[in-house]
């Protein structure tokens, strides 16, 4: 598997169309970047309980889905670069269903874990007032990824993402997806079974609660 980077991004809140303020307006960074537990040094993560520290630090989308999405809702200004749709990392040639839950890669120095696929939310069509973004992007399952940052470090864009240890050969990102956030959703002795994997966020064990009791 061999990918880079070509992307790190952060953003400051800004104040959607609905007044409320969000932080998926993102850009690029220069030069090298710093990657702590609670993420990228200098970006901001307005909505703690959705996204962010520990579990959740750092969000990956391919740019493979800007151009998807850019193809079927007349090509909203923000999806013409990365960093558009709140992501952090972003890179071609790495999809949903490559990626599993509990994947650990090298980025520069800093050592990070995939711990759940994303929701989309919507926040999203507010950033990009368009409507049925997410209705699109979840019967797809185009949903992108969190990591936990085990080992802090740096990096920056070019460098290669390289897979270190591969996380349970069973549960790729994209089965985790359509298993808790699509319809009709998996068994319940297949949300179990994810709820204990060792490396999946306490976030998606919330929300696969709501579904079942555990």
């Known amino acids: 598997m061999k990918v880079t980077i070509d992307a790190i991004c952060a953003g400051r809140a800004h104040p959607l169309?609905?007044?409320?303020?969000?932080?998926?307006?993102k850009s690029p960074l220069s030069g090298t970047v710093v990657i702590g537990l609670r993420g990228l040094a200098g970006d901001v993560q307005v909505d703690r309980r959705h996204h962010g520290y520990p579990a959740m630090a750092l969000h990956h989308l391919p740019f493979e889905h800007h151009e998807w999405m850019a193809a079927r809702f007349a090509d909203p200004e923000p999806l013409g670069a990365a960093g558009g749709l709140g992501e952090n990392l972003s890179s071609t040639g790495l999809l949903e269903p490559d990626?599993?839950?509990?994947?650990?890669?090298?980025?520069?120095?800093?050592?990070?874990?995939?711990?759940?696929?994303?929701?989309?939310?919507?926040?999203i069509e507010q950033h990009l007032q368009r409507k049925g973004v997410v209705k699109a992007m979840v019967a797809a399952a185009r949903s992108g990824w969190f990591y936990r940052v085990l080992e802090e470090g740096i990096a920056q864009a070019g460098d290669a993402f390289v897979l270190v240890e591969r996380g349970h050969p069973e549960w790729s990102v994209e089965r985790a997806f359509r298993c808790v956030y699509a319809k009709p959703g998996g068994s319940e002795s297949e949300l179990r079974e994810l709820a204990a994997l060792d490396r999946v966020s306490d976030r998606l064990i919330h929300d696969i609660a709501k579904r079942i009791s555990l």
């Open 99 to 123: 990626v599993r839950i509990g994947d650990r890669f090298r980025l520069g120095t800093a050592l990070i874990e995939v711990t759940q696929p994303r929701q989309p939310c919507a926040t």
């Open 17 to 25: 169309a609905s007044g409320k303020r969000s932080g998926i307006a």
